[in-house]
């Protein structure tokens, strides 16, 4: 069961580096004008 708390922990932590990436690959292309500023995610 050890074993499974600590893939819940790794593929969280991977979950969260994926979502902020995400998130600054959001705002550079914001900068550049590639997506429109009111841009959302659905």
Do not use: C, H, P
């Not at 932590?13 to 292309?29: P, Q, S, Y």
């Amino acid at each position: 069961m050890e074993g499974l708390s600590v893939l819940g922990f790794v593929f969280g932590m991977l979950g969260l580096v994926a979502f902020v990436r995400i998130e600054k690959l959001t705002k550079t292309l914001k900068q550049k004008g590639i997506l429109e500023e009111d841009y959302q995610e659905e």
